[in-house]
């Protein structure tokens, strides 16, 4: 009998393919599970396995995130960190120190400066650094400061710090390989120590050459993590000529091309979130300008060459008319779409619209962490102020989606957030806001298991992959987690503090606490 490279042993064994965990064992061979089981595996210990005894700890298929952004990532870790910087003089001191550091011209870039340091203005800053752009980002990222030269080299403001907005500057970072390429790295092994074994990167446009550093990666045997990448078009159309060249360049197991992204509607807070029905407070269904058209012949062009389009919804009519766009895909005989198109966020959807994305086979990317983003309260006032809660009875109804048979898969959108997967327990099964007490649509929520396998099996879904990887089944890679508790059994006001222990991907640990 063959014999195992590393075997690990424990009390709770969760493989994705029933709703419990149990007693058993997983043996690894190289890169593949060699088998999995309810016994000890002793059978496959030979002189040379491995043997790690991990008692009640959690042993999972490793976890997928199939909405992030590493570019957003990256504006988050790029230039002077100035947090320790009380005032507009101490900011410009550092600055300029930082300035030193760099080429002749080359952009300053600072991030955790203070807001409201008024003294900080455009003016100031061109009196200061002349034709060198400069942008400070304020805690958070979602404003900054800027000069004149930064605002004509980049084309965006202090108020549109989003990433769509700030591509030239991300192309900019992006260029800058030392940095950028040790950074990838780092996220990544930021996302090992979550338990992510896989990601989809939502890439603009056409990454602007960081395709070129993932194959390197790849051909380096570099990447501790499955990267799929798609193209989001920001600074130019949709380019499917890009499309197929990245789908003929990259077919291995750890760097796929995915297809394409766009965003529709926005946030129902903003009035932006398109509604089938008016808000209470605005005689608007929505206060955006979404051009369904074009959307609507980018997905089917995109169909039609065999990529899958997703597409971020948040308010009910959103959905709706993303789910429409979908009909029109090609379908096989059970009348599900062909490729695997997907709906991003889904925040307030309409059941009956639930029950067609299950029909066509449309994959849901849900964020099951967003309530942490808000307090109960302040949620809770903005969805009676904007829609009434006979409508806010359709907040994230993940109960719905799963009982209508829509394939779940979980993304973070980070980094609005970084991927927790007990977080996400205490969040989408406990229905809880952050600070605790009712649970807020208790009924929408789905069970441990179903989560779990939606961060496993259902991202690998959502990936094409299933078949190689999202279940604990011999002969499949060996892409595990463990977490530190059986969150099965965990109370969900402790289930936050439980953390990811191990991680293996490909067969390799690249990550280890225990």
């Known amino acids: 009998m063959q014999k195992a490279d590393i075997l690990l042993r424990s009390n709770a064994v969760f493989t994705g393919l029933g709703s419990a965990p149990e007693p058993g064992f997983v043996a690894v061979s190289g890169n593949k599970i060699l088998a999995a089981g309810p016994s000890d595996g002793a059978s496959y210990a030979g002189p040379d396995t491995s043997i790690l005894e991990l008692g ?57 400066v203070l ?48 990433s769509e907005s700030c591509w030239r500057l991300l192309r900019y970072i992006l260029d800058q390989k030392d940095f ?26 056409d990454f602007y050459g960081f395709t070129e550093e993932l194959k390197k990666l790849e051909q380096e045997q570099a990447l501790t993590a499955r990267v799929h990448f798609m193209s989001q078009p920001v600074g130019a159309s949709m380019n499917l000529e890009y499309g197929k060249q990245m789908r003929e360049a990259f077919t291995g197991s750890f760097v796929r091309f995915s297809g394409y992204n766009q965003m529709t509607d926005g946030s129902i807070s903003q009035l932006e979130g398109e509604m089938k029905a008016p808000y209470l407070c605005a005689d608007t269904c929505c206060a955006k300008d979404i051009d369904w058209e074009g959307l609507k012949r980018d997905a089917l062009a995109a169909d039609r060459e065999g990529f899958r389009f997703s597409l971020h919804a948040q308010g009910d009519g959103a959905i709706g008319k993303t789910i429409d766009i979908f009909d029109q895909c090609r379908k096989g005989p059970d009348g599900k779409v062909k490729i695997r198109q997907a709906i991003t966020d889904l925040e307030c959807s309409d059941p009956a619209d639930l029950e067609r994305m299950g029909r066509l086979g449309i994959v849901a990317e849900v964020y099951p962490q967003i309530m942490s983003t808000s307090d109960r309260e302040g949620k809770l006032s903005m969805i009676r102020k904007k829609i009434g809660m006979d409508r806010g009875r359709n907040y994230w109804n993940r109960r719905k989606m799963a009982d209508s048979g829509v394939v779940l898969s979980c993304g973070t959108d980070l980094p609005l957030l970084y991927d927790n997967i007990p977080e996400s327990i205490y969040h989408a099964v406990g229905g809880q806001f952050p600070e605790g007490g009712e649970p807020f649509n208790k009924e929408n929520t789905l069970t441990v298991a179903e989560l779990l396998k939606a961060w496993t099996w259902g991202g690998q879904y959502n990936l094409g992959c299933e078949e190689q990887l999202g279940t604990l089944e011999a002969g499949k890679l060996a892409d595990i987690a463990v977490l530190d508790e059986n969150v099965f059994e965990t109370p969900m006001d402790r289930i936050r503090g439980v953390s990811v222990c191990l991680t293996m991907v490909d067969g390799a640990i690249v990550h280890r606490t225990v």
């Open 115 to 162: 807001p409201g340091l008024k003294e900080l203005t455009t003016e100031r800053l061109d009196r200061e650094f002349g034709e060198v752009p400069v942008i400070l980002f304020m805690e958070g990222g979602e404003s900054c400061y800027m000069n004149s030269a930064a605002l004509r080299e980049y084309r965006f403001t202090p108020d549109t710090c989003w």
């Open 180 to 205: 950028s390429v040790t950074e990838f790295k780092n996220y990544l092994s930021m996302m090992n120590a979550r338990g992510i074994t896989s990601v989809k990167e939502m890439g603009f446009d």
């Open 56 to 112: 009640d700890r959690l042993i999972c298929p490793g976890f997928t995130d199939v909405h992030c952004f590493f570019t957003g990532y990256l504006l988050t870790r790029a230039g002077a960190d100035l947090n320790t910087c009380a005032d507009a003089g101490q900011v410009i001191e550092a600055a300029r120190a930082y300035q030193q550091t760099l080429e002749a011209g080359a952009t300053v870039l600072a991030r955790n």
